[in-house]
């Protein structure tokens, strides 16, 4: 059943929109920096390092990185500002709207009379998770591959921290100055695993409205309220309250865009947003009225 | 006549019945009511409607990319066109997939039934306003702020602007705030509308996100939320969006898309539609 669902979930064209819409602006942010910084011409800019990724002239290459370049990296280009605000939406439209439509149309009455709910309820959680999180992943992927092709790697330099945007004590920053890869992979981690969140996000939802727009569409406007929200509350209690982001499509960015990333707080944040989410699937979703 | 009765029947179904959403508009007003109300006390100043229309339709001061000075997106501004957006999304869609057909099917009008849902769109969408605008008033009577659409250069102190080309008590900015961001709404609505039946309204929805997002980021003139933010303006900034050319240039965009959805409804197969 879950090979089933997976394979339904992958094998359809709303995965194959959602993945075309995500990648194009993953690859229009790789675009805006091989066109800007290198010119197309990798050796223009491989001259500037040695074979340890550490500039030879000047510092300010530092700045001019794979690192600062890719779409986690990014912090300028119209492509990535569209790619984050839109990750809830992409996440959610391969599969995440399937329940919904399931029940609607009665395919769940012959599931249900054909095997157990709760593993008709597993494997579509399954499908879901990973469906979201292939379309956040498979961008992510062939952005690093085009930066990574045009771009080098310099090792970030603490002392242009005010480009960099990575601050001491913000989540991870320790990493970005001495293990600059897995800070990316991280990142690339945390964005695909809230690719899936979302997409469960939206399937949780349809458990509580029967609205294929509603389910689809919630999440992206939760997460613009929750947006101003934080601003709104931060920008008034600025000298009471740190302000930790608390938005997952701007705490989802490698360098802290607004305000600082806190790894307890966006813990807190993940456990109670997959809480919620597979709560509802496994709790809601069993005594969910289908006949 | 076959309109009219149309129109009643759009009106009664899509307004009336539709409170809720007003309800959550209203909610929305109030909230950003009392935010800016917050942070205004919050410098010791009032404000004026003007200030709070600042506030709400605004939007963003041009960006330009700079290394270290990263894009903040404009929730609030993106929020009230989206939100809007969103309630006026699902309306014909379920319309067609249930008592719609009957009508059309009856009537024989396929034409006067498009118009009139592009008619109720744009109704609907200044009634959201409206509603909003209501709720404001109500407010600020209530709170007893300043009712009046002068703004002062406290503005300053809670919004970044930047530097403007001349004091804001100088500018009149009340087709910039009033006028712009609900043609803008209008006319991205109905292209929604018309999104909705070319492909489906789901894709016509991220369609009109993707729009308002660039918008934002962006200041050209073929990305019309530009006109729809009085912080762009040519009034503030030297090289802004002009105000004429942006209602020439969305209620031309409008007429196409109710010309272009007309075209294509004549044509439209009603019954192989699903969600």
Redesign the interface.
Known sequence: MIRNEIKRSICSKAFLFALVMMTLFATLSALYYIESWSGYNPEELNRYVDAEGNSKYSPDFAIMSLFSAWLGGDMLSLAYTVFFTLIPIGAAIPFAWSYHVERKCGYLKNVATRTERKKYLFAKTCAVFLSGAAVILIPYIINILMVSAYIPYHMPWAGYNFFNIVYFGTMWADLFFTHPFLHMFLFVMLNTLYGGIYALLSYAISFYIKNLFAILFMPFVVTLAVGYAENALFNRFRSTVTPYEIDPTKFLHSRSIQFFQNSKVILFITVALVAFSLGTVFIKGRKNEIY | MKYIKFLRFDLRNGLLKKYMSYIGIALFTTIVFL?CQ??CR?FDTGFTLGEYFMYLYGGIKKYV?????????P??W??NH??IL?FT??YTSADLNGFGQQTIYRSGGRVTWWLSKCSWQVIAICMYYFASWAVLVLLAVASRETISLEITQNVHLYLDFGKTLIPFEQIDLSTELLLLPLLFTVSIGLMQLTLSIIIK???A??IS??IC??S???QSPLLFGNYAMAARCNKVITDGMNATVGEVSMITLSVICVALGAVRFRRYDILSRE?
């Open positions: 935010d917050s942070v919050s990319p700079t290394p270290g000075e990263p894009f903040k997106v929730y609030l993106l929020l989206l939100l969103y999304l699902n309204p789901a894709f929805y991220i996100a993707t997002i660039m934002s980021h962006t969600e």
